[in-house]
């Protein structure tokens, strides 16, 4: 069994200390990073997208909901998928009140290739209520990399893109995929910070992953109603 080594409280003490420099230098790259981010340039959206939702079918701009952001998270949930991805779901699951996005002219969606006839059920299952549409009958997932034709099948990936508005037009701003969401999410965000991280194989030092008996990462997702207590 792998766990930390054990110390006296000043030993501890200075080995944080020693950390927080390199975190302080880490923060200060993000900082950088996302300024950088901020500088990309911008490709406009010429392409007619139809999306299904609560509403009926709707365009992309109306995804925006009149604000001047679009945060769009690609669900994978494949039309042929009873159920969506556990993964997904599970980062779903985190997304607080939509509130303090909106707040700042931001909308947030779910998109996922399922039919909503799919989507809604789940979604009613899951108990969230942020917006989620389906982009079933467009070429959506496939343009913006989240549905890969890997020799003629048709792969999943999730991802997260987002998008610009200027009255009527809309522009493509960023997009992220599988590791790029890492930091997106609190549940890793907080494990990261934990003796035991995520519980991953791939994770240093070897061995975290089973200590005490801790599951073994990404491999135990579950919904969050089929969780054992």
């Known amino acids: 069994m792998s766990l930390p080594e054990i110390v006296s409280r000043e030993e501890w003490r200075a080995a944080r200390e020693a950390l927080l420099a390199k975190e302080k230098a880490a923060t200060r790259a993000r900082d950088a990073l996302n300024a ?3 500088r990309l340039p911008m ?3 010429d392409k007619e997208y139809v999306f299904e939702g609560g ?3 709707v365009s992309l701009l109306d995804l925006f909901e009149g604000r001047h952001q679009l945060v769009v998270y690609h669900f994978m949930f494949a039309p042929e998928w009873d159920a969506g991805c556990r993964s997904c779901s599970a980062f779903l699951d985190q997304i607080g009140h939509l509130a303090h996005l909106r707040a700042r002219g931001t ?3 779910a998109v996922s290739r399922a039919p909503y006839t799919k989507i809604l059920p789940f979604k009613a299952r899951m108990g ?6 389906s982009s079933y009958v467009c070429d959506f997932n496939l343009d913006f990399d989240v549905t890969l034709d890997v020799e003629g099948e048709l792969v999943e990936r999730p991802g997260l893109s987002c998008f610009l508005r200027d009255r009527d037009r809309v522009f493509h701003t960023y ?3 599988e590791r790029g969401l890492d930091g997106l999410g609190s549940t890793t965000s907080l494990l990261d910070l934990t003796a035991l991280g995520r519980q991953e194989e791939w994770e240093e030092p070897k061995g975290r992953a089973t200590a005490l008996g801790a599951p073994a990462g990404s491999e ?3 919904y ?3 969780y054992e207590e």
């Open 36 to 38: 950088e981010r901020r």
């Open 43 to 45: 490709v406009q959206i």
């Open 55 to 57: 509403d009926g079918k």
């Open 107 to 109: 909308s947030f969606a």
């Open 128 to 133: 969230w209520t942020l917006p989620w549409y």
């Open 175 to 177: 997009s992220t995929y």
């Open 220 to 222: 135990r997702i579950r």
């Open 224 to 226: 969050h109603d089929e």
